[in-house]
């Protein structure tokens, strides 16, 4: 089974985009965040002809996560148990969905930004991060992999200079803390396949940042161990980033893929 996971930057724009991706390596199941659509404006018309049923929950042009599947789809959970709500009136934001694909719970999740250290955004970033650590207990015993758009750098060669980022998110030692508590549990599964510096997930579309290779790595699969020793090979789909591939502009993120042993 293949399983990809993509920060497409608004499905509505980028949909042609993701059918080419789905045909061009035969994904079975594609985890999708930052759709930017409530659920009935997710063009679903051409997914449903290829066979992929979808699960998403999108409340407006912000967030929004989705899951397209070609080999099932059950047990479909918006959120996660005690998933932290956010702003005045405090509401569940579209950050996670889960669900069982022949018999492999994913979770597409897109961890809140933190915006700065300062800012009430990083302290919901890390209680949801600490949230999603205990709900994802539940799942550990079974085959899960926890994917999507992390907004963390867990190591400094994870970034293009981690010195630009001194007074910002995604390199604090809270951020990196509450990552590695989840990690403790599930396993990166891309990382010991393709180690190493500039294997980047994330390039800003400020100033060429993809075309000088001014990266982040911050889109992740974490698999339980059920998951994790089924994975044979993963790859980070950079085409898809790149302005001069493709048809249509890029989302400023790659997809990345793992392939899993029956």
């Known amino acids: 089974m293949r399983i990809a996971t993509w920060n497409v930057n608004s499905i509505r724009t980028r949909i042609d985009r993701v059918h080419a991706f789905l045909d061009r390596h035969d994904i079975d199941v594609l985890a999708v965040q930052e759709t930017k659509a409530k659920v009935e404006q997710i063009p679903t018309m051409e997914l449903e002809a290829r066979g992929y049923e979808v699960a998403a929950v999108g409340h407006s042009q912000w967030n929004g996560v989705a899951i397209f599947s070609r080999v099932g789809l059950d047990q479909v959970q918006v959120g996660f148990d005690g998933m932290p709500p956010y702003g005045e009136p405090a509401t569940a934001e579209a950050r996670a969905i889960s669900a ?8 597409s999740l897109y961890v809140p930004n ?14 949801w991060l600490a949230r999603l650590r205990e709900a994802s207990q539940a799942w550990l015993s079974e085959p899960t992999a926890l994917v999507g758009d992390w907004n963390v750098c867990p190591y400094d060669e994870d970034c293009f200079d981690p010195s630009q980022f001194k007074n910002s998110t995604h390199l604090t030692p809270a951020e990196r803390a509450a990552y590695f508590a989840i990690e403790q549990d599930y396993r990166d599964v891309v990382r010991p396949l393709l180690p190493g ?17 001014r990266g982040l790595r911050i889109d992740f699969v974490l698999g339980s161990p059920a998951f994790a020793d089924r994975v ?6 950079r ?9 249509g502009a890029p989302s400023d993120h790659a997809p990345v893929v793992v392939d899993l042993a029956d």
């Open 100 to 107: 069982v694909c022949n018999g492999v719970r994913i979770a």
């Open 114 to 127: 933190g915006r700065k250290p300062d800012d009430p955004h990083y302290v919901y970033k890390l209680d």
């Open 197 to 213: 510096p500039d294997v980047y997930t994330y390039w800003d579309y400020y100033r060429q940042r993809f075309e000088r290779n």
């Open 232 to 237: 044979t090979r993963a790859f980070i789909d």
């Open 239 to 247: 085409d898809e980033r790149d302005p001069a591939q493709g048809t």
